[in-house]
């Protein structure tokens, strides 16, 4: 369900938005802040698949020592399709036409083995402080990730409950969510949840990447 992080005693932590297959987009945010693979880390909050055409290269991305990602709903969407759980007409319409020009039993097993490295959840120890990831919908409290059944899975890649009604309860038991999932123009926070999904796929859209320091800076001039 959830994997932890102690501090990084050697780099950087980062975050970034849904990547939807736009492998240079990633590159190009990695090259500006001179991001080292060997030192500092990239948490990413899921979908690194479907509706981009290097959805393939992306999602082995899920192997990289220096990347920490979650499962998204684009990934389960993929999975379902191809394991005869969902549609794969919903999965297409969705994006997954990527899938067409690949073999697609090679799609299947790179899926299921990037899965098991893709948890529903994360937790980043930053400057004594915590910060959570998943890919759309946060408990009320963090404790409850560890407690989560099947249906509340579903909540966690799908659910939009919290921005459509601009819920700003704070989330307990952690100190700041970083979520995506649902477009926003600029990364937003909703309480202590920060969502930066910027529509990396869209035209003229955006790959949002921030630093885990400027997450809790930007918390804490919040609740401060």
């Known amino acids: 369900m959830i994997e932890r992080h102690s501090e ?10 849904d990547i939807h297959g736009q492998l240079r987009l990633l590159e190009e945010a990695l090259a500006r802040i001179e991001f080292d693979k060997k030192r500092d880390r990239l948490f990413c909050v899921g979908d690194l698949i479907d509706r ?10 899920a192997f990289e020592p220096w990347f920490y990602g979650v499962r998204g709903n684009h990934e389960m969407l993929a999975y379902d399709a191809l394991n005869g759980d969902g549609s794969t007409d919903l999965w297409m319409i969705n994006g997954g036409t990527w899938a067409l020009s690949q073999n697609m039993a090679e799609v299947k097993q790179i899926l299921g083995e990037a899965l098991r490295y893709l948890p529903y959840a994360r937790e980043v120890e930053l400057s004594g402080k915590r910060i959570g990831m998943v890919h759309a919908e ?10 989560a059944g099947h249906a509340y899975k579903q909540e966690l890649v799908w659910g939009r409950s919290r921005i459509k009604s601009q819920d700003q309860t704070p989330v307990a038991g952690i100190d700041a969510v970083v979520v995506g999932h649902t477009i926003v123009a600029e990364p937003a926070w909703l309480g202590n949840v920060l969502f930066l999904d ?5 035209p003229g859209g955006k790959l949002s990447l921030i630093a885990g320091r400027e997450v809790l800076a930007w918390q804490q001039r919040r609740a401060g």
């Open 138 to 147: 946060p408990p009320g409290d963090w404790s409850l990730i560890e407690l």
């Open 8 to 17: 990084n005693a050697e780099g950087r932590d980062y975050f970034v938005g």
């Open 52 to 61: 981009g055409s290097d959805s393939f290269d992306c999602l082995s991305l």
């Open 198 to 202: 910027t529509g990396a796929f869209l």
